[in-house]
């Protein structure tokens, strides 16, 4: 596979193979997909769960539209030889009503390449990145980064804690079966 939108990251692991570069083709979904279904066993998802879920090639599509993925700079995918091993975006944001303006990155990594340095530099590279559209956007002001990570996400909560963040909401998922199911008539 050529890759194209080749991304230089400094202090990137040296890893045999591995390179960086942005969303080239639908077929990236693909990889993106399995990136995800690579990770639900280990990082425990709950297939039950709102909030949690392992999205389809389809699913990503829909959320990321190829139409706005081309040439965009807010998404990196990590590739080693021809398979994409993780992926950050940092595609939305929002000013909360105290006028903090937030900018979510999420990221995702292949568990077998874990430990690595790749998480930290794909979580480097959406914190300059959430720092130079914070500077086009807003200029002052007070601005955050925001992730979302699961407690059975371990390697994602640990990273995030040495890098210095905080949890700031917990949420749980609760499901109420129907009642017929706990009466008796």
């Not at 979580?123 to 007070?142: F, K, T, V």
Request: charged residues 20%; negative net charge.
């Amino acid at each position: 596979m050529i890759v194209s939108n080749l991304v230089h990251v400094p202090n990137a692991p040296i890893i045999p193979g591995l390179c960086y570069h942005r969303f080239q083709s639908t077929s990236d979904y693909d990889q993106m997909a399995a990136v995800h279904e690579g990770s639900r066993v280990w990082d425990r998802v709950d297939p039950l769960s709102a909030r949690e879920s392992v999205p389809t090639a389809e699913a990503l599509a829909a959320t990321f539209p190829e139409s706005e993925l081309r040439n965009n700079t807010a998404m990196l995918l990590a590739q080693i030889d021809d398979r994409i091993v993780g992926y950050n975006h940092v595609l939305w944001r929002w000013t909360e009503v105290t006028g903090t303006h937030v900018y979510l990155h999420l990221g995702y990594l292949l568990p077998q390449w874990r430990g690595k340095g790749i998480g930290q530099s794909l979580l480097y590279w959406a914190q300059r990145r959430i720092r130079a559209i914070a500077a086009d956007e807003h200029g002052q002001g007070p601005t955050t980064f925001a992730t979302n990570v699961s407690s059975t996400e371990r390697e994602a909560d640990a990273l995030m804690q040495h890098d210095g963040y905080l949890a700031v909401r917990r949420l749980s998922d609760i499901a109420l079966e129907p009642l017929l199911h706990h009466f008796q008539y």
